[in-house]
């Protein structure tokens, strides 16, 4: 990334060049202000507001001068330096010696030098009088050294001081070369300041074959005036300066080449390649919003400090059009911004802590109506009415419409929108937080740049294991070649996790992630993108510690060949039988070795056999059955037949749902024979169950509510 804006003016050079096409109005600007010796004192105002390139400007019309066959002397004054009003006037006048010392070396320069130097001498305990001319000044200065002043002194002093300006005339009349004296920025000067530089101008420094090229902000210095008393501001700017000129208008055009010129600098990649529809979604926020709202080069430059900023830290997990609109927004409006950190709920409808909230994300976000429009106190109505419509761009739910469920807010997270808490989060302050996990570490990890089962250790470890899997969904489709590996990366270390089996045992399911159902959507996003299906499904069915997650995927597969409405089912019916039957020997090996007893997913299993083959699943029980304890392996197997939010999960052994798979008679008699108050409480609520068919909890087995 290039270096970061300092408004730096341009110079028109090869490193800075003219890219608003101003050279030719700075040429016959500086024709205007290169005077013959003989010329009256003539001034000329560079006119506009702060950040559109007056400074810039300048600096091409000192280009132009100094390639003059007349060789002008420039004067720069810089009144930031002087640093007390009552000072500025000698200041000047001992900056203007010294220039011309420096720049002609003639003996006429050195002369006119020395004058300007005894000339500067009288303001030296000159106390500016507000309101009144210089002269005024000096003379009040004369009269307080003195103690006691006369009429005939006064003039007698006067008489002094006009003679020595005179002095200095006649000397700065027998130069050869044209003298210009710019001073630039008095709209950045106090009020009092940039009022003596008026004064200075017009009664101290009007010598004969000088010029004066003053830039300012023309509103800005009607204010100085009126603060100082002066009623008719125009006409007193008027008399100071005799040809007004106003920078020329920035084009369109021009401004969008220094968009681009600063687009290209941002980076050697395309910046909105990584999420889909970026670079349309960048596009019209662009020509909708910020042309309207960036007016002028210093704002650009700072929208563009803030952007490049922001992407060193988080480039690739936000999409770039929306970290581009919050740059803007905090460019144009840092209160809103501010906002935007410290409120997220106001926008996003949650917290970044997250949490219950029984409140819906737009009834939060219309809590916040009220504080949000306090923001725009000071904004005109025309960039009011831009910036709100950015940001129901940005976070649509603010939106004053009960409708608005469109891809900026169901898939904000699947394009990298700040319309999704996480994402929101990441933009707002430039990192990754530990619990989120970044774009860049899920496409390592799907290339295999990392150790892919400590990659996902480290995951649920950290319990970011939620987002990690949704950012998968993100990413689905881009596993090709890898899919297999992937796939078993997330199951070896899912089954064994805590969060798996805390899960399980939740009766808050329909708040927490749950993060089977979650591996399940991955599973079935990564074989729907896959281009070899049948092959990736007969490797993931086969492999008997898949076996949890087997049961939905072959359970979808089924599903679409019964289903007519379903376009284009993964496999054909013949390569469906043949994973069922692999489905049918690994999902039975899987109990066999009890690789789930622990994550209470024998069940799931269970249930997944039963609905892909009851005589399959008949016989294996039955074989179960025959064995010693068989009637405790069948309790353990059958535990879960569902959950609730009262208490959790419960077991209902019920002839509607077993009657065809066992002989429930048979299970009730060795059920009496086995003393079930020994055994863990889940296998005990199971075998309650076997006796009256009734549900119990697995938890404490208390009889659940009727099913």
Not at 255 to 270: A, H, P
Not at 402 to 416: L, Q, R
Request: glycine content about 4%.
């Amino acid at each position: 990334m290039t270096e970061y804006h300092n408004d730096k003016p341009i110079d028109g050079s090869q490193e800075a060049p003219d890219l608003l096409n101003r050279s030719t109005f700075a040429k016959n600007l500086s024709e205007i202000i290169a005077l013959d010796k003989d010329d009256d004192c003539l001034t000329v105002s560079l006119e506009g507001e702060w950040g559109y390139g007056k400074t810039s400007v300048i600096n091409l019309v000192k280009s132009e001068l100094n390639n003059r066959s007349d060789n002008p002397i420039v004067v720069e004054f810089n009144p930031w330096l002087s640093g007390k009003p009552e000072v500025l006037v000698q200041e000047f006048l001992i900056q203007l010696s010294a220039q011309l010392n420096i720049q002609d070396k003639s003996k006429h320069a050195k002369e006119a030098a020395t004058k300007l130097i005894a000339y500067s001498s009288l303001f030296s305990v000159a106390k500016l009088v507000p309101g009144a001319e210089p002269w005024a000044s000096v003379l009040q200065g004369i009269f307080s050294r003195s103690g006691r002043a006369t009429k005939k002194l006064a003039e007698l002093k006067k008489l002094d001081l006009l003679s020595q300006k005179n002095g200095v005339e006649e000397a700065i009349e027998k130069i050869d070369s044209p003298i210009v004296v710019i001073i630039d920025d008095i709209d950045r000067l106090m009020p009092e300041e940039a009022f003596q530089v008026l004064r200075l101008v017009k009664s101290v420094a009007n010598f004969s074959g000088t010029s004066f090229l003053l830039a300012f902000d023309s509103e800005y210095l009607t204010s100085v005036l009126k603060k100082n008393n002066i009623e008719n501001t125009t006409e007193y700017i008027n008399k100071i300066v005799q040809l007004r000129v106003p920078l020329p208008v920035i084009s369109e055009k021009n401004m969008r080449q220094l968009v681009n010129v600063e687009f290209d600098n941002l980076s050697d990649d395309n910046l909105t390649d990584r999420f889909k529809g970026d670079r349309d979604r960048l596009s019209l926020l662009y020509f909708r919003y910020c042309k309207h709202l960036i007016k002028n080069p210093r704002e650009l430059k700072r929208l563009f400090n803030h952007l490049k900023f922001v992407l060193k830290k988080v480039e690739g997990q936000v999409c770039f059009a929306d970290l581009f609109s919050l740059s803007l927004i905090a460019t144009k409006s840092a209160h809103i911004y501010e906002h935007i950190k410290k409120s997220p709920e106001a926008y996003v409808g949650e917290a970044y802590g997250g949490g219950l909230n029984y409140e819906s994300a737009k009834e939060v976000i219309a809590s916040y109506k009220k504080e949000r429009d306090s923001l725009f106190e000071y904004c005109s109505m025309k960039e009011r009415k831009l910036l709100t419509g950015l940001l129901e761009e940005l976070f649509p739910l603010i939106k004053n419409k009960d409708d608005i469920f469109s891809v900026s807010t169901s898939n904000a997270d699947k394009y990298g929108r700040v319309a999704a808490r996480e994402r929101l989060y990441v933009a707002m302050h430039y990192s990754t937080p530990e619990e989120y996990v970044s774009d860049n570490d899920i496409v390592k990890f799907i290339r295999g740049e990392v150790e892919r089962l400590d990659f996902v250790n480290s995951i649920f470890d950290k319990d970011c294991h939620n987002r990690f899997l949704n950012l998968m969904l993100n990413y689905s489709d881009r596993c090709h070649g890898n899919e297999f590996d992937v796939l078993i990366s997330i199951y070896d270390v899912l089954f064994e996790s805590r969060q798996l089996k805390a899960s399980q045992e939740s009766n808050l399911g329909m708040f927490d992630d749950d993060p089977l159902r979650i591996t399940k959507w991955v599973t079935e996003k990564v074989i729907d993108s896959s281009e070899n299906r049948y092959q990736l499904l007969h490797d993931v069915l086969s492999r008997v510690e898949n076996a949890a997650i087997s049961a939905d995927i072959f359970h979808i597969v089924k599903t679409q060949h019964k289903d007519e409405n379903h376009s284009e089912p993964w496999v054909s019916e013949e390569e469906m039988a043949v994973l069922q039957e692999v489905f049918h020997q690994s999902a039975v090996e899987s109990i066999r070795q009890r690789l789930f007893y622990e994550s209470y997913l024998e069940s799931h299993i269970f249930y997944g056999l039963k609905h892909s083959d009851k005589d399959v699943t008949r016989d294996f029980l039955n074989s179960i059955l025959e064995q010693p304890n068989g009637v405790v392996r069948i309790a353990e197997i059958l535990c879960y037949s569902g959950s609730d939010s009262t208490n959790g999960m419960y077991a209902n052994i019920d002839n509607e749902t077993f009657g065809e798979l066992l002989d429930l008679n048979r299970l009730r008699r060795e059920a009496l024979e086995v003393a079930y108050e020994e055994l863990p409480m889940r296998t005990a609520a199971v075998f309650k169950s076997f006796r009256d068919g009734k549900s119990y909890y697995l938890r404490d087995g208390t009889v659940a509510s009727k099913r």
